[in-house]
């Protein structure tokens, strides 16, 4: 698997760190604690794209939102995550 | 039939032409008590409890694929209940002890082997952290030895005792975890359900619940919708999806683990060993073959085969721990799909819907739950309240803050 890093090109995911689902929003600071356990531990799970965290840890260091297939890890997306988070709806 | 030693002979001298098969291909009723989703180990175990135990019979399994497609028949075999935490213990440790009585109960050869399962500690911390886990054991009523370097050379003089950066200083050894056969499991699980009538029903996939007015009323299936009394989900690697189908959101994500089979070779390893460094544990099947696992491939997966970054590093681990393995082959690897939870424990509970339960979040170490899996979902199944052991398995413990989190790891499913 390899992904394509907006800043150092197409590399090997060796190179990544994985975080995990970045559709999940962490709730504001007087949100109810029922919000706060979704945003902690509910997940849709989907079987096909999946937004994600990935950082370049052994490269630019930047985060990443990637769009991949969880069947066929076919990549589609590869967005730097702080312009992915602003453009997303919450 | 029954097997035993007069059926062997007996079939021996007539040429092996007269066994029948082991249980019966059935096809879809219009309606059960029970529909059990997923016909892995624990869907399996499930049947054969509520049938032998609570007389409930009027049940199908309901398997997607084939029996033992999943990860029952993908696992690396290691069984032991050797945890930390009260959520944990006694549910493994009434695993364990089913596993003991297993093959006179469903009388079929499973090839249960109590060989031994020890974990290698390599720092003075490690071994602080094994010797409260082995007291916690013990506390329980679990058998559980701490030994030194000198003890564990005696058992595995093979491995790298002097690692430059990891030298051995020890190990937690539990005599009466080992390995049991898991594709016996299934068939044998299968079998014994059947011959009470559970009906076996594979190639038949669960596309939806039907749920009316907050109680459960069946599920939809590629081969026609199936009414039933009560559901119960079994579906591993799958549960999100198929909990999905009743509007449910688990504290799950799903990840790929592979393990690793070499060339066959005479006996070389007699126990269960696991490295205290990396992530990897080997031991030696019937018939010659190193079976061996590490991590999980790291990042949500549905694809029943991992990348090759990992199989690198579960190299690695096993060089690291054991040199001579590089002389050896590696013959086969595959992967499966395992449900791994917010806190990396189980979850064997009610659901927000009437009549819907839910078996789930087995993570990397569901095999050796099978049993005690069975046993106590059945037991929810059948009288509507959690087997004591089970008490502590909550789905809602995420919510309450009662985590069960052996590793200390957090919400990050692919740390634990
Ligand atoms: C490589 C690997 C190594 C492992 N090693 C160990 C080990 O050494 N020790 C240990 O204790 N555990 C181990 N595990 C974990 C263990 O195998 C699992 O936790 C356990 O098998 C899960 O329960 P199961 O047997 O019921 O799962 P499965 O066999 O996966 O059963 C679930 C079934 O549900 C079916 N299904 C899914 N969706 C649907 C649907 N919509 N309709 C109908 N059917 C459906 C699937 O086809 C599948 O057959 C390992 C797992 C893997 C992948
Ligand atoms: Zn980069």
């Not at chain 2, 093979?158 to 190990?171: A, E, S, V």
């Not at chain 2, 504290?251 to 790929?256: A, D, G, M």
């Not at chain 2, 790291?298 to 040199?323: C, D, F, K």
């Not at chain 2, 009610?350 to 819907?356: D, E, I, K, M, N």
Request: hydrophobic residues 40%; glycine residues 12%; aromatic residues 8%.
């Amino acid at each position: 698997m390899r992904i394509a890093c907006p800043h150092c090109g197409d590399r090997d995911s060796q190179e990544f760190t994985y975080l995990g689902d970045a559709t999940v929003r962490r709730p504001a600071a007087d949100a109810p604690a029922e919000a706060m356990f979704e945003y902690v531990y509910l997940r849709d799970n989907p079987a096909g794209p999946h937004r994600e965290y990935w950082r370049h840890s052994a490269g630019c260091h930047a985060w990443l939102v990637v769009t991949r297939d969880t069947r066929t890890h076919a990549i589609s997306d590869v967005q730097p995550a702080r312009p992915a988070r602003k453009g997303a709806v919450a | 039939m029954r097997y035993s030693i007069f059926s062997l002979a007996a079939q021996a001298l007539k040429g092996n032409r007269g066994w029948a098969p082991a249980w019966r291909d059935a096809a879809p009723k219009a309606e059960y008590d029970v529909v059990i989703v997923g016909g892995g180990g624990h869907g399996l175990a499930t049947a054969h409890y509520l049938a032998s135990r609570h007389g409930i019979t009027n049940v199908a399994v309901v398997e997607k694929g084939y029996v033992g497609s999943g990860n029952v028949g993908r696992n690396t075999t290691i069984i032991r209940s050797n945890y930390l935490l009260p959520g944990n213990t006694p549910f493994y440790e009434l695993s364990l002890k089913l596993w003991e009585g297993l093959e006179q109960d469903i009388n079929f050869n499973a090839m249960v082997s109590q060989r031994g399962v020890l974990n290698l500690y390599h720092s003075d911390g490690q071994r602080d952290a094994y010797a409260r886990r082995g007291n916690a054991m013990r506390l329980a009523g679990v058998d559980g030895e701490l030994l030194d370097r000198e003890q564990v050379r005696a058992m595995a003089p093979f491995l790298d005792f002097d690692n430059g950066r990891f030298p051995i200083q020890g190990g937690l050894l539990q005599r009466r975890g080992g390995t049991v056969r898991h594709d016996a499991v299934a068939w044998g699980y299968a079998r014994a359900a059947d011959q009470r009538g559970v009906d076996i029903i594979q190639n038949c996939e669960v596309t939806g619940i039907t749920v009316q007015n907050g109680r459960v009323t069946g599920v939809d299936t590629t081969r026609g919708p199936i009414r039933a009394k009560k559901v119960a989900l079994a579906a591993a690697g799958n549960s999100s999806r198929v909990a999905a189908m009743a509007g449910l959101r688990l504290p799950i994500e799903s990840h790929v683990l592979q393990a690793f089979v070499s060339e066959g070779v005479k006996p070389l390893i007699d126990c269960v060993i696991t490295f205290g460094v990396g992530h990897f544990y080997i031991s030696q099947s019937d018939k010659g073959g190193l079976v061996f696992g590490g991590d999980i491939d790291m990042y949500n997966s549905y694809a029943q085969r991992g990348n090759l970054p990992t199989v690198e590093h579960v190299m690695e681990a096993g060089m690291a721990m054991w040199p001579g393995l590089g002389r050896l082959r590696t013959l086969r690897q595959w992967g499966g799909i395992m449900d791994m939870t917010m806190d990396g424990s189980p979850i064997i509970d009610h659901t927000p819907v009437q009549g819907l339960y839910l078996n789930c979040g087995w993570c990397y170490g569901g095999f050796k739950a099978t049993p005690a899996s069975g046993f106590c979902f059945a037991h929810l199944i059948a009288r509507d309240e959690p087997h004591e052991v089970a008490t502590l398995l909550r789905l809602d413990r995420f919510a309450t803050g009662r985590l069960i989190d052996e590793s200390g790891a957090g919400a990050q499913p692919n740390l634990h």
